[in-house]
């Protein structure tokens, strides 16, 4: 029983973990100021250690309305239909940046280090500006008790099918009045198995290290973290890879993050304050083996990056409104793109080499205000938001010499949420968001995973007009969430064809309209279900053609049992209806099937064993709708040893 609270510093209240976190379904995600109509799903590290995701688009696997695009380790997360930087990516307190026209999909991030996954789907451009279209992807550190509990955590993992192998530890300890975490992992990947093959360059390998440090100081909690990620020998798997092989050979992350969180003075609730920084290095090859007539060639491209941000916001009551105000700056600067050419002779020696400095040096700047209301009205609730921003970008020297921008936009969103019944609230939502180009849309001219594309300096923004439907049924340990939405995208940033080089433009509208549906329901004896449904459609506004990047209709049901203290056991199934309307870079693909299925025994404390099948009827199904895309992984299984100490 708490009897007294503290008035100039935080409630501390320490708990024993009666177990890891799986699910929350139709939740909120505490800390992100959003409108009220998107749906919140939070995995936690049991959910993420049962299902032993590689990447983190895997951790997307029970969630409705998310994809992906592209094949392999590097495949890229997406939300709701819109990839290619319309779904923003967070680790910890900054943003995941990548010059990727894919979009950013955190390649050497290794689940196996992360607390917990939050996913929003619908708009977020009040709180983070641009590429919030879709909804946000955040992944958590885990980090050190501030109490300094010491504790020693690790896990090694063997597969077969995925030839998978890999180890990661953890040590906590005090230090400096709070809690300390030093952490290291290694995972490595050989070339899958699909039904019917080995796939040619389908392998990887991450490792990293990181540490935390987190205490209760100045009234408040504060932490400091550092994670230093890379992933080398990336495959991209692609019918024709034994003839062109397309690899990332590095990918680095070198990332410091800082924050602080208090309660206000005076009538504030809270106020917060994060930052942070990144050094970022990304290697594109792609290499043509020799053959009778040609000799071997390598082209790549290099680049190097910094990123950085600072965020601040603070809440509290104004009458009966509850009010958020912010700011925010964020950009990436130091850029720099070079590509290189080499082909050999018959030896192996480089018999002719050419050098072209892409991008000199480049930065861009997002400066930010935003603030939010909200208030209940009996069986009512009415919340408004609204952001402006300024987006600089400058590009020195390169391909297209000096260039500057600068544009402005207003985001903002509009709610109305109404009590039907007990436990059943309607709540019908617009907003508007932006999305500024990257800074390669403009100034990169070079070598890309697809072929070889030039910028456009004279990319336009996009925005968007977006409505949302939310209809949320939750009585008791009962979870049912509905959403209905339309969105669309104006002045759309589109890369285009024409032969082998590729091109960027403003092009018109798109309109992604949907339906989803999820449900979770605690069964009692350590019984659960999840269960989600999607089906969405994305075309051109001006002549009906389809979008890139929509999934396809599909279904899943996932079942849990904890009957005892000692083991648990998980089964899912999934059912996809076949794509029929690819998009301009994009194949049909046929509907498909998958089941997986898990159990776990802990022996000890110190050591739990359990194993993963995936795909367990070994169907065979393309991985992506990428017009280059491969089969997906037949039958795998996965051997995991872990414990704590």
Do not use: C
């Amino acid at each position: 029983t708490v009897t007294v609270v503290p008035a100039d510093g935080p409630l501390v209240i320490e708990v024993a973990a009666a177990g890891e976190t799986v699910t929350v379904v139709s939740g909120v995600v505490p800390d992100l100021e959003l409108p009220p109509a998107v749906a919140a799903t939070v995995m936690g590290r049991g959910d993420l250690s049962q299902r032993l995701p590689a990447q983190l688009f895997q951790t997307l696997e029970n969630i409705p309305g998310a994809g992906t695009s592209g094949d392999g380790h590097a495949a890229v997360p997406s939300i709701r239909g819109l990839p290619q930087h319309r779904t923003l990516l967070l680790l910890d307190d900054g943003r995941v940046s990548s010059e990727r026209r894919a979009g950013a999909s955190a390649t050497y991030l290794d689940p196996e280090t992360i607390e917990e996954v939050e996913v929003v789907r619908g708009p977020g451009s009040v709180a983070y500006g641009s590429d919030a279209f879709g909804g946000i992807i955040r992944a958590r550190t885990r980090m050190p008790d501030p109490q300094g509990t010491t504790g020693l955590r690790w896990s090694t993992v063997g597969g077969t099918g995925l030839d998978e192998l890999g180890a990661a530890a953890e040590l906590t300890t005090g230090l400096l009045g709070g809690g300390i975490l030093l952490g290291a992992h290694y995972r490595d990947y050989g070339d899958y198995r699909s039904p019917e093959d080995t796939v040619f360059n389908s392998g990887s390998t991450m490792q990293g290290f990181r540490a935390g440090w987190q205490a209760v100081a100045l009234g408040g909690i504060i932490h400091l973290g550092w994670r230093t990620d890379e992933a080398r020998d990336v495959g991209k798997p692609t019918p024709d890879s034994e003839i062109r092989r397309v690899f990332y050979p590095q990918e680095t992350s070198h990332r410091l993050n800082l924050g602080f969180e208090r309660p206000g003075p005076g009538g504030w609730n809270r106020l917060s304050v994060t930052a942070s920084w990144d050094d970022y290095s990304l290697i594109l090859a792609k290499e043509r083996f020799a053959t009778e007539s040609t000799p071997r060639d390598l082209a790549e491209s290099r680049v190097d990056a910094n990123d950085f941000s600072i965020r601040a916001d603070a809440k509290r009551p104004l009458g009966n409104w509850r009010l958020v105000l912010g700011g925010e700056v964020s950009g990436r600067f130091n850029l720099g793109a070079v590509n290189e050419h080499t082909t050999f002779d018959d030896d192996g020696g480089p018999a002719d080499f050419e050098r072209e400095v892409s991008i000199e040096n480049a930065h861009g700047t997002d400066l930010g205000i935003f603030l939010s209301l909200g208030r209940a009205l009996g069986r009512w609730r009415l919340d408004f938001g609204l952001r402006g921003d300024g987006v600089w970008s400058d590009n020195q020297g390169g391909y297209f010499g000096d260039r500057s921008t600068f544009n402005s936009a207003i985001s903002g969103f509009a709610a109305a949420g109404v009590e039907l019944a007990a436990d059943l609230e309607l709540t019908a939502q617009v907003a508007r968001g932006f999305r500024d180009p990257l800074l390669s849309d403009r100034y990169y001219r070079g070598e890309s995973g697809r072929g070889f594309i030039t910028g456009n300096p004279n990319l336009e923004p996009e925005t968007s007009l977006q409505f949302d439907l939310a209809l949320r049924y939750s009585p008791g340990v009962t979870a049912i969430g509905m959403y209905v939405y339309r969105y669309r995208i104006f002045d759309l940033i589109e890369r285009f064809r024409v032969g082998d080089d590729f091109f960027f433009r403003n092009r018109g509208e798109s309109e992604i309209t949907g339906l989803e549906i999820e449900a979770s329901m605690t069964l009692g004896r350590g019984l659960e279900i999840q269960a989600g449904a999607q089906a969405l459609r994305g075309e051109i506004v001006e002549d009906g053609s389809p979008t890139d990047g929509v999934p396809a209709p599909g279904i899943f049901l996932v079942v849990r049992g904890d009957p005892a203290d000692r083991w648990w056991w998980m089964v899912r199934g999934a059912v996809f209806a076949r794509d029929d309307r690819p998009g301009p870079t994009e194949q049909e693909v046929s509907g498909h099937g998958v089941i997986d299925a898990g159990v776990g025994y802990e022996l000890a404390k110190w050591l739990e064993v359990s194993l993963l099948g995936r795909n367990l009827l070994d169907n065979s199904y393309l991985a992506s709708s990428d017009e280059d895309a491969v089969l997906a992984p037949g039958r795998s299984l996965q051997l995991v040893l872990r414990g704590r100490l």
